[in-house]
């Protein structure tokens, strides 16, 4: 059974600070990988894709990579700004039926 | 596109009562997921439908639980009769299958409090 771990389960980051965070899961034969975002109330949105192919994907300010190899992924955040403020979800697709299996999440706080 | 419609928002009922959440995903897209979050939990998958029909129902907790997908767009998760670990917020999200592993959009949400 696959399992996606996210340590820590928060953080906290003056702004203008560029940072990672982890995902890791137990069963490197995966489809792709997903990171989401959450804002407080709010549904998840999500921010890169990557596929099992892929070594990392690119969007703004975001780099997510993916090693399958040691089961781990990692989210760069540029340059962050308070409203990079939310929880992120790591998760993880082990079948071509987009069946999806998610981190806890780590909860970012940026500060002004 | 409105996205994923959920609802309602909030829900509180009281223990024993049937509660029916319904979504309406986002047209075109032809897979439909049922998920639960908790704080103790996390996010987990309940029951996805691909074309309409029920793929994977080993999520669902106990047989209080029932989902159904009568036409494409839309979509029910019912709990007959609810009780207080049922709290959680459930979420619906619809994605466009492809076999290439495809993004899902989530709706807001449906906060359900069982007292």
């Known amino acids: 059974k696959q399992e996606v771990t996210q340590i820590p389960a928060a953080l906290s980051v003056p702004e203008g600070e560029n940072l990672v965070l982890n995902c890791s899961f137990t069963d490197s034969a995966i489809y792709n990988l997903q990171w989401f975002r959450q804002d407080p109330g709010k549904g998840l949105t999500s921010l890169l894709l990557i596929q099992s192919s892929q070594r990392e994907q690119t969007s703004g300010r975001l780099n997510a990579s993916l090693d399958k190899s040691s089961g781990r992924s990692t989210l760069y955040i540029a340059a962050s700004q308070p409203g990079d403020s939310a929880t992120y979800l790591c998760?993880?697709?082990?079948?071509?039926?987009?069946?999806?299996?998610f981190g806890k999440g780590i909860t970012l706080s940026v500060r002004p | 596109d409105a996205g994923v419609i959920q609802s309602p928002r909030h829900e509180v009922t009281e223990m024993g009562q049937e509660v029916t959440l319904r979504c309406k995903p986002i047209s075109g897209h032809n897979s439909l997921f049922w998920y639960r979050q908790t704080m103790m939990r996390g996010l987990e998958l309940l029951i996805y439908?691909?074309?309409?029909?029920?793929?994977?129902d080993s999520g669902m907790p106990e047989d209080r639980f029932s989902a159904k997908m009568p036409n494409a767009s839309f979509s029910t998760l019912k709990i007959q009769p609810s009780e207080p670990r049922d709290s959680a917020v459930y979420f619906c999200?619809?994605?466009?299958?492809?076999?290439?592993?495809?993004?899902?959009?989530f709706g807001p949400g449906t906060r359900l409090l069982v007292l």
């Open positions: 439908f691909n074309n309409n029909v029920p793929i994977d």
């Open positions: 998760a993880v697709d082990s079948g071509a039926n987009s069946k999806l299996t």
């Open positions: 999200a619809s994605s466009r299958r492809t076999g290439l592993g495809e993004t899902q959009y």
